[in-house]
């Protein structure tokens, strides 16, 4: 390292160019079979296992109340839970809490995703589903929506600024099932 102030600030900015390049081939990488691959069911539970298993943060409490629910979705469908909690990291503030769960609205079930950080502001609950808008690659929520609609799913952001995010999946009917413990088919 150099102790010139001005090579300092020159290597924190290639640094920080080198990064978003990194994010950018990263996220081109996950996100370039959007579509490609038939949809498939995807355990609920399973799911949330695999997700504890990436995301084990002392600081960060991870919580599931959902059921023994199938979803049937793009492959891809994993990479939409990792993005909400990233985005949690990188924008929520100060937070300890992520809850997954599930509820029944009409014929629809509801997959729920709620943190106890700072939250979104109204004007930006539909903004930050625009594909460019935000502060890292700007296409991670307007993804996980595409994703979502190839089999008819939907994603809105029902939080309250000020208490945390909570981002709502919207499945129908056709699109989830229940099963046993012992199979999850």
């Known amino acids: 390292m150099t102790d010139n102030p001005a090579h300092r600030d020159l290597i924190k900015k290639e640094q920080q160019i080198a990064d978003a390049i990194r994010r950018q081939l990263e996220f081109t990488r996950n996100y370039q079979d959007i579509g490609v691959k ?3 069911w995807h355990s609920l539970p399973e799911q949330f296992e695999e997700i504890q298993k990436t995301f084990c943060h002392e600081s960060i409490h991870l919580s599931s109340s959902m059921g023994m ?8 469908f994993p990479l939409i839970c990792h993005n909400l909690i990233d985005n949690s990291i990188r924008h929520g503030g100060k937070f300890q809490n992520i809850l997954f ?5 009409g014929d629809n079930l509801v997959i729920v995703y709620e943190d106890d950080g700072c939250g979104i502001p109204v004007g930006e609950k539909e903004k930050i589903f625009e594909r460019g808008y935000g502060k890292n690659t700007g296409m991670g929520l307007f993804l996980s929506r595409e994703i ?4 008819g799913l939907s994603m809105k952001e029902t939080g309250v600024f000020g208490t945390g995010s909570r981002f709502e999946i919207i499945v129908p009917p056709d ?9 999850p088919v």
């Open 38 to 40: 038939e949809p498939i």
């Open 69 to 76: 629910i199938q979803i049937y979705a793009d492959p891809l």
């Open 101 to 105: 769960s599930t509820r029944t609205e």
């Open 148 to 151: 979502l609609s190839i089999t």
């Open 175 to 183: 699109c989830y099932r229940y099963y046993q413990e012992s199979s």
